[in-house]
């Protein structure tokens, strides 16, 4: 069985690296049947995700993560929380944000069956 913080780890730096730079390169990590919920709106399949976060109004990002907790799931998953700050281009005040991931595993990697993500205000 996998170390949960060491692949959640590991995912977390891979995929925020993409999101800072190349959203579109997040592709790979969903699958049709995953799910994201971007500030309460759901998008479903790899297409709808990648369209979701490529319209983003912003090009590059500086996403900065303060805490992570990761836990195993059922069936060798894993559940991935993270709180920290985002700075997007053109903007002088970062952003705190949640977001969670599910991980699951498919043959030697894993991808994200679920992602949750809101800013926190106030």
Known sequence: MADPEAVGKAFLQYYYQLFESNRAGLANLYQEGSMLTFEGQKFQGTQAIVAKLAALPFNQAKVNPTSMD?????????????????????????????????????????????????????
């Open 70 to 122: 990761f836990q195993p799931s059922v069936a060798g998953g894993i559940m991935v929380f993270v709180t920290g700050s985002i700075q997007t281009e053109g903007e002088s005040n970062a952003l705190k944000f949640s977001q969670v991931f599910h991980l699951m595993p498919v043959g030697q990697s894993f991808v994200v069956t679920n992602d949750m993500f809101r800013l926190n205000y106030g």
